[in-house]
Each structure stands twice: as structure tokens, then as C-alpha cells.
């Protein structure tokens, strides 16, 4: 992203995606209605005044991003020692100026279950099955900060075992749902079933991490699904 700073100016419905290939449910897409639209996350890209404070500018930033970088790598280990639990599974979600949340897993006997705690993100049992990281959370509670992420935006997924995965946002893709088992996607309009957005969104080779939520349109909480896609682009050891 520093990079990029540079160059250019400085679901969930019924809250499970299954795969086809597990016996069909009644539904198989989760339900976080509510807020749809997340206040604006108020970062600011940084520019030149003029020519002339270019080079002073840049050194600006360089200095600014290197004491950031140190800040978020101090945030890690932070969150490492705080979630020390000696397992391999998620504990904690960390965006930059996004978010910094915690991860709970599904119960074994309740795949529809999106916990309730505003300060929490829900791991997507299911979604391990095709290949993915999904997170579920609804849209009136932590679900609302999935609407301030953006292209390029790193994320942190903190195992309770004090290593972590890092991924970048590269794809926001929008769904209205028009029944309980049809989706229109609405960049292409294409329709598509249940099963088609669960290989759409999730199938992948266990470097995706997927953020799930509802949108809200037209008063009804539940109007369609929002998905962030990040990539895997770093996996790091224990840091305690």
C-alpha cells in the first residue's frame, strides 16, 4: 500500500455456505441483517502540496511508514500474547485502522450460528471444508465495519498459537438475493444459485480469507450478501 500511496498521491442470509457436495440444507447462505452502510473510516490519502515539497514529503512519508510499520508489528506480538492459546485456529482479525477483532468458531452441532458479540467475527466452519478463511459477522454489529475495507487493505488472521497469515483485499463483489437459493450478482447480473456462490466465493487452495455480511436496501435488513476476498500473501511463525 506504501507503494501505491506513492504513485498515485501518496451473509449473511442464513448463514451457511455448504458446498455441494454436503447434503442440501433448507438453505445454505447465513443471515446478518441490518446497518448496511458503515460511517466513512475517515483515512486520508496523502499528497504533495507542490513540486517543490517532494522531496520533502517523501521523507515524510518514509519516516511515517517505517514507525507504522514498527507500530503494527508491536499491535502483532501484542495481539499474540493476548490471545496465547496454544492452537492453530483463528483467535483475532486485525485491519489497520479498520479493525481489530476477535475470531470465535462455530459449535460443531450449529453451522448457522453468527455470535452476537459486537467486538466478534464468527470463522465459518464450512468454509474450511472448500479451501477458505470465512469470517461472518452481522451487519449491525461488527458486520459494519466489512463496509470500510478496501482494494489493497492488509489483513492480520492471529492464531491462538502466536503465528499469523497476512492477506490483501482484492476483490468486493455484491449480491442481491432474490430467494432463499438465488443470488444476482450485481457487477455482472449474472444469477446464481446457492451452490455457484459457495464455488464463486470460497472455493479456493487455503489461501483466501473471505468477510461476509448482509447488505440492507429499501428497509429490508437481509437485501443481499456483501464478500471481501483477500489473498494470501504471508504466513509467520509463533512471534511470543
Not at 517505517?66 to 499491535?75: A, D, I, L, M, P
Not at 479451501?131 to 451487519?139: E, I, V
Not at 464463486?200 to 487452495?205: C, S
Amino acid at each position: 500500500m506504501f507503494l501505491r500511496l506513492l504513485v498515485f498521491n501518496l451473509a449473511l442470509f442464513f448463514t451457511i455456505l455448504t458446498p455441494p457436495f454436503f447434503q442440501k440444507p433448507t438453505a445454505v447462505l447465513p443471515t446478518t441483517g441490518g446497518l448496511a452502510q458503515a460511517a466513512d473510516s475517515g483515512r486520508v490519502t496523502p499528497y504533495f502540496a507542490n513540486a517543490g515539497d517532494l522531496h520533502a514529503d517523501f521523507h515524510t512519508l518514509l519516516r511515517d511508514y517505517k514507525r507504522s510499520r514498527y507500530e503494527e508489528q508491536g499491535k502483532l506480538q501484542a495481539l499474540a500474547r493476548k490471545y496465547d492459546r496454544d492452537e492453530a485456529v483463528p483467535v483475532a482479525v486485525y485491519v489497520p485502522g479498520v479493525m481489530e477483532l476477535d475470531v470465535v468458531q462455530q459449535p460443531a452441532s450449529n453451522g448457522l450460528f453468527v455470535s452476537e458479540d459486537p467486538e466478534a467475527v464468527t470463522q465459518f466452519r464450512l468454509a474450511q471444508k472448500v479451501g477458505s478463511t470465512g469470517l461472518l459477522a452481522h451487519n449491525y454489529l461488527a458486520g459494519k465495519l466489512f463496509f470500510d475495507l478496501e482494494y489493497g487493505d492488509e489483513v492480520y488472521v492471529i492464531n491462538g498459537d502466536g503465528s499469523y497469515r497476512k492477506f490483501e483485499v482484492y476483490e468486493i463483489a455484491d449480491f442481491q438475493a432474490l430467494s432463499v437459493y438465488d443470488y444476482r450478482d450485481l457487477e455482472t447480473q449474472a444469477v446464481l444459485d446457492q451452490y455457484q456462490v459457495v464455488d464463486r466465493i470460497y472455493a479456493a487452495n487455503n489461501d483466501r480469507l473471505v468477510f461476509q455480511t448482509c447488505i440492507e436496501r429499501n428497509g429490508a435488513l437481509a437485501w443481499g450478501r456483501r464478500f471481501v476476498l483477500a489473498r494470501l500473501v504471508d504466513e509467520v511463525g509463533p512471534l511470543h
